[in-house]
């Protein structure tokens, strides 16, 4: 059964790097994270109504050598095992496939580029990889399946990059560098700056996020330890680490 789709967005610059996709959102997710701003994609039901999958692939066709490809996000994609068929449909319009994960579901990743059906993937890491990351979460977590996953990502072949929103209630400069040597090897990994609007947690409303002097300190933490690090959007923060091994 394919995943309903929740959202669509026809076309956008910001959710793939150097392409222009349409994304499309398919409800449920088994994280809480208090500074989520999708609360309504949370629960698999997500409201009654869906975006018809024939309106989107319309869609593609109509803008066929406009949009480069299509971005699967959520909630938790992962969670819904007939992905690898909505996947398929858009592959089959002859566009490229990202996927959004948390990660938590690497048998469903590796069946995923196993069978070619994405392109690149952006996988949040939420926090270091011990008992913090349940807080971060806000919901129980399954480190070994993160650390699947990450490592699958690395050690392989398809595009990807890590990430991770930086809310200073939850982690600090040094959580930042711990979790980049978490991912070490890793060829891109992108900090993104908290946003406290339309929280999950409504107290975050209060919380002053990281200026851009710091998100760029936090930056140069994590560098040593990946190919490529940055701050999402601020491109003069990009650090580049020689002698990196990460792939993607």
Request: aromatic share 6%.
């Amino acid at each position: 059964m394919l995943p309903p789709i929740k959202g669509f967005i026809e076309s956008t610059l910001l959710d793939w790097e150097g392409m222009l996709a349409s994304v499309v959102f398919v409800p449920g997710c088994n994280f809480r994270c208090p500074y989520c701003h999708a609360g309504h994609l949370l629960e698999p039901s997500a409201g009654d109504e869906s975006i018809p999958l024939d309106v989107v692939l319309l869609n593609l066709k109509r803008q066929r050598g406009w949009v480069d490809g299509v971005v699967i996000s959520g909630g938790e994609p992962t969670l819904h095992n007939g992905l690898p068929d909505l996947a398929s449909e858009f592959k089959r319009q002859g566009v490229g496939v990202k996927l959004d994960t948390n990660g938590t579901r690497p048998e469903m990743l590796e069946c995923l580029i196993e069978r070619g059906l994405i392109d690149h993937v952006a996988m949040d890491v939420k926090a270091p990889l011990d008992e913090r990351y349940e807080k971060v979460a806000g919901a129980p977590v399954d480190l070994d399946a993160i650390r699947h996953s990450i490592n699958f990502l690395i050690a392989g072949d398809v595009s990807y990059e890590f990430r991770t929103t930086v809310c200073p209630i939850s982690l600090s400069p040094g959580d930042v560098g711990e979790i980049g040597e978490a991912i070490e090897g890793a060829h891109q990994y992108y900090l993104q700056a908290f946003r406290p609007v339309n929280c999950l947690d409504s107290s975050l409303s209060e919380v002053k996020p990281y200026n851009p002097d710091e998100m760029r300190d936090l930056c140069r933490r994590a560098a040593p330890f990946v190919h490529r690090c940055m701050v999402r959007g601020d491109q003069a923060s990009e650090v580049v680490a020689a002698g990196a091994t990460g792939r993607g």
